[in-house]
C-alpha cells in the first residue's frame, strides 16, 4: 500500500517553479529513488514533504495523514525522518551522543516514563544500547566516541544516518547520502540502506551516484526543471530517451551507468 503519497505538489520561489505539479506513491517497504540535473527540486521536494517547506499548491499524505502544513517536529513524530545535503551534526558531541539526541526526539514512546519519572536510569541505558546498535547498522561502532568534528566527509553522512533512524522512523528521506563517500564508504552506505529496508523502514533517496541508484532502488522517479518527467523501475528509467536527454547523457548505456 501507499506510505507516501504526493499529490499535485507545487513550490514556487517568485518567478521560478522549483517544484511543478509533482505526483507520486512510495509504497511501504520499498526504497525509491529521486533523480534529476541540478536544480531540479529533489531537496525542495524533501523540504516539501518533512514541513521545512511549504507547497503553494498540492498535498502530501503519509499513512492517510496529511502532512501539508505540520511543522518538521510534528512531521518526525509521526514518523518521518530525513538528513540533509549538507550535514547538520553536533560537531562538539561524539557520534554516539549525536545519535542519543535523535533518541531524545522519541517523543510519543517516552513521554508516560519521563512523567512518572519511573526507570530513568534503565532508559537511558536502553538508549545508549540503541545508540550502539544504531551506530553498528551504519558501520560506525569503531568511531563511537569520537567527535563528529574529527569525522572523515563520508562518515558524517552515515553518521546523520543513525542519528535519524533513532527517531524511529517508518519512512526516511535521505538527501544525497552518497555525496564524496569513496568506493568502500558507499558500500557501506549500500549495505546499510538494505538492514534499514529489512528493518521495515521505507526509504527514499535523492542521489546522482547512478551505480548506487540502479542498485538499490525499486523504483525511479526522475525531476527536471521542477516537473516529474519519467517514473520507473531502473532498467527502464536507464533506456528512456527522455531521462538520458534530460540527466542521464550518453555515457549511461543500457545494463548499466
Ligand atoms: N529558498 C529558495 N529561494 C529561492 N530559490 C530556491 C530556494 N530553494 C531552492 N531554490 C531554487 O529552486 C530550484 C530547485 O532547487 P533544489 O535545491 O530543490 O534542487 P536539487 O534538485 O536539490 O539540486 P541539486 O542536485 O543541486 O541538489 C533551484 O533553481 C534553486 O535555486
Ligand atoms: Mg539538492
Do not use: W
Amino acid at each position: 500500500m501507499s506510505l507516501l503519497a504526493i499529490r499535485d505538489v507545487t513550490r514556487r520561489f517568485g518567478g521560478l517553479t522549483a517544484v511543478d505539479g509533482v505526483s507520486f506513491d512510495v509504497y511501504e517497504g520499498s526504497i525509491k529513488a529521486v533523480i534529476g540535473p541540478n536544480g531540479a527540486g529533489k531537496s525542495t521536494l524533501f523540504n516539501l514533504i518533512t514541513g521545512f517547506d511549504r507547497a503553494d499548491e498540492g498535498v502530501v499524505m503519509f499513512d492517510g495523514e496529511r502532512l501539508t502544513g505540520k511543522r518538521p517536529d510534528a512531521i518526525v513524530r509521526l514518523g518521518v525522518a530525513r538528513t540533509f545535503q549538507n550535514t547538520r551534526l553536533f560537531e562538539e558531541m561524539s557520534a554516539l551522543d549525536n545519535v542519543r539526541v535523535g533518541c531524545d526526539l522519541e517523543v510519543p514512546r517516552g513521554f508516560f516514563r519521563s512523567a512518572l519519572r519511573l526507570g530513568v536510569r534503565s532508559g537511558e541505558a536502553a538508549m545508549r544500547q540503541r545508540a550502539h546498535h544504531l551506530l553498528r547498522v551504519v558501520g560506525l561502532e569503531e568511531r563511537a566516541e569520537v567527535p563528529a568534528s574529527d569525522l572523515p566527509h563520508g562518515t558524517r553522512r552515515l553518521l546523520e544516518i543513525a542519528r535519524a533512524l533513532a527517531t524511529r522512523p517508518r519512512l526516511m528521506l535521505l538527501d544525497e547520502p552518497a555525496a564524496g563517500l569513496n568506493g568502500a564508504e558507499t558500500r557501506t552506505l549500500i549495505e546499510a540502506l538494505y538492514r534499514i529496508r529489512d528493518d521495515g523502514v521505507t526509504l527514499v533517496v535523492v542521489e546522482h551516484d547512478m551505480g548506487l541508484v540502479m542498485e538499490v532502488a525499486e523504483e525511479i522517479v526522475v525531476l527536471d526543471r521542477g516537473a516529474k518527467i519519467a517514473e520507473g523501475p531502473p532498467l527502464l528509467i536507464q533506456k528512456d530517451p527522455v531521462v538520458i536527454e534530460a540527466y542521464l547523457g550518453e555515457e549511461c548505456e543500457p545494463g548499466g551507468c
